[in-house]
């Protein structure tokens, strides 16, 4: 079993930065490749990023990449996700999420799922 707590949303101008953090608890962390998601209202959810059980493997949707980098850390029990030069489109509620071993961009293939954390980007 593992739990995920997010945190780091916020209100921020098109630009600008956040950083979220997923923390895990429960056993094993190690063994978890984890994945953001997002969902806006009205709209499915989406894949955002993902990264393996060693960090060694990471994924971008197109309408992140080069703006978004994934990262963890095993000892820490945590994936971070840091934002950069937001837009207004990127608003949304964000989620991790946990499934063993490798990563995957298909959100069913997960196991755990965190509450979620509110980015709001204004322009």
């Known amino acids: 079993q593992v739990q995920l707590v997010e945190s780091g949303g916020g209100l921020v101008q098109a630009g600008g930065s956040l950083r979220l953090s997923c923390a895990a608890s429960?056993?094993?962390?190690?063994?978890?490749?984890m994945g953001w998601f997002r969902q806006a209202p009205g709209k499915e959810r989406e894949f955002v990023s993902a990264?393996?059980?060693?960090?060694?493997?990471?994924n971008y949707a197109d309408s992140v990449k080069g703006r978004y980098t994934i990262s963890r850390d095993n000892a820490k029990n945590s994936v971070f996700l840091q934002m950069n030069s937001l837009k207004p489109e990127d608003t949304a509620v964000y989620h991790c999420?946990?499934?063993?071993?490798?990563?995957?961009?298909?959100?069913?293939?997960?196991?755990?799922w965190g509450q979620g954390t509110q980015v709001t980007v204004s322009s």
């Open positions: 999420a946990a499934k063993l071993w490798g990563s995957s961009e298909i959100a069913d293939e997960y196991e755990y």
């Open positions: 429960g056993r094993a962390f190690s063994r978890y490749a």
């Open positions: 990264i393996d059980w060693s960090g060694g493997v990471t």
